[in-house]
């Protein structure tokens, strides 16, 4: 089976970071990718990692260790709008399908 | 980035009715599509992969002759929800991938069945 664990729910204010983390079991595994869901809209595309390491993209950032099959999204300088949920999702080989995760609830409070 | 539009954005209907969702890649060709389903405060769940001039993938414990789905050009996929009953309220999402392997998602269609 397939499973992308996320804590439910984060809380920050802003100008604050925070780290959401993503823990992964898939069959397959070709990269991980982070998306923004705002309540009500359609997931828009963050980050992406084939390989370990950091990737930095403005204010956010994505971490990958396939070796722990783990990583995390890193959003700096918080602002209100960054209020929304937060999904990893795994491509798996073949370029198949993506996996998405349990997803993270940020809030960010002034 | 590639748009992806979804037609419609809200529907209501009764009761075992049956429904259908279009998903339209804009200004590309998307060989792929995929439909998910998403509850509130919940996940993306794939419900199926659907492939131009081919049969749909579904997922397992998706009824395919509950979920239909059409992908007859590169620009267009259908998903009809027969018989409806409210257990298929819902947020119901499309992706389309790209030649590059990128995906991009519509704005969903919010089904409530009464």
């Known amino acids: 089976g397939q499973s992308l664990e996320q804590p439910s729910e984060v809380t920050a204010v802003e100008g604050a970071i925070v780290q959401i983390n993503c823990t992964y079991q898939?069959?397959?595994?070709?990269?991980l990718s982070w998306y923004q869901q705002h309540d009500g809209g359609a997931p828009t595309f963050l980050s992406y990692?084939?390989?370990?390491g950091l990737e930095e993209t403005g204010r956010f950032s994505s971490f990958l260790s396939r070796s722990d099959s783990y990583g995390y999204l890193l959003l700096q300088e918080l602002q209100m709008k960054d209020s929304a949920s937060y999904f990893c999702?795994?491509?798996?080989?073949?370029?198949?399908?993506?996996?998405f995760g349990t997803g993270t609830r940020l809030l960010v409070s002034p | 980035g590639a748009v992806v539009s979804q037609h419609p954005s809200r529907v209501i209907c009764k009761s075992g009715t049956s429904v259908k969702i279009e998903c339209r890649s804009l200004?590309?060709?998307?060989?792929?599509m995929f439909w998910y389903r998403q509850f509130p405060k919940k996940s993306l769940m794939l419900m199926a992969t659907?492939?131009?001039?081919?049969?749909?993938?579904?997922e397992q414990g998706v009824e395919k002759d509950k979920f239909l789905i059409n992908h007859a050009s590169l620009t267009l996929s259908t998903l009809t929800v027969t018989s409806a009953h409210p257990e298929d309220s819902s947020f119901y999402i499309c992706?389309?991938?790209?030649?590059?392997?990128?995906?991009?998602f519509g704005p969903g269609t919010r089904l409530t069945v009464l």
């Open positions: 200004d590309f060709q998307a060989t792929t």
């Open positions: 999702a795994v491509m798996n080989t073949g370029f198949q399908k993506l996996v």
């Open positions: 990692n084939a390989l370990d």
């Open positions: 898939t069959s397959g595994f070709y990269g």
């Open positions: 992706s389309a991938r790209t030649g590059y392997n990128e995906q991009f």
């Open positions: 659907s492939n131009e001039g081919s049969k749909a993938t579904y």
